[in-house]
């Protein structure tokens, strides 16, 4: 193997290294359920600090997910009824409403049966909650709620992921393995 034989070998894993470490630029999920039959709570009014009279006993859906880019998210919700949608950071506790609230939202720009919320600031890595419920007491049935942002969404709780190899270490490896095939081809010469 000669010299530019390797060098176009080790061109092409460095910049496969860095194609495989750049972070996507957009993010978009969608989900579908319901708060039929799901637990009760008294639920803000809008981001605090008041709890509401009328929706005192609504029945929610929660679901947890995270972002791996910190970056400006949007949230949108469209309900088969009149709901209500609410933002929690780090933890949720059904009891304890105005802890940890982000943001919550009635009618969003579509009206009664949306609710949503632009612009919001996440963090990568923390653990988030999206609370889907009701405006009043009674109010139940089926939504599908969709969060788009600056990088990949993922339902789910937060869990422990291994960093990816940096590109540094890619870089020593090819390096290593591009001088072994030098020093194969001079023997090889000889």
């Known amino acids: 193997m000669k010299f530019t034989q390797v060098a176009q070998i080790a061109s092409a894993a460095v910049a496969l290294s860095f194609a495989a470490t750049m972070p996507s630029m957009a993010g978009t999920i969608s989900y579908s359920d319901t708060n039929v039959g799901g637990p009760t709570w008294q639920r803000p009014v809008g981001s605090g600090p008041n709890l509401s009279g009328i929706g005192s006993n609504v029945n929610y859906h929660l679901q947890s997910f995270f972002v791996d880019t910190t970056g400006s998210y949007d949230f949108f919700s469209s309900q088969s009824y009149d709901g209500y949608l609410h933002l929690y950071e780090s933890s949720f506790d059904p009891l304890d409403q105005l802890t940890n609230l982000v943001v919550g939202d009635d009618d969003f720009t579509g009206g009664i049966g949306t609710s949503g919320f632009d612009d919001i600031s996440l963090t990568a890595g923390l653990q988030y909650f999206l609370v889907?419920?009701?405006?009043?007491?009674?109010?139940?049935?089926?939504?599908?709620?969709?969060?788009?942002?600056?990088?990949?969404?993922?339902?789910g709780d937060?869990?422990?992921?291994?960093?990816?190899?940096?590109?540094l270490g890619l870089l020593a490896i090819g390096a290593m393995g591009a001088g072994s095939a030098l020093k194969r081809n001079k023997k090889g010469d000889a």
Do not use: K, M, Q, W
């Open 132 to 155: 889907t419920s009701a405006f009043a007491n009674g109010r139940t049935g089926t939504f599908t709620n969709t969060i788009t942002g600056e990088g990949d969404i993922t339902l």
């Open 158 to 167: 937060v869990t422990s992921v291994p960093e990816p190899a940096s590109v």
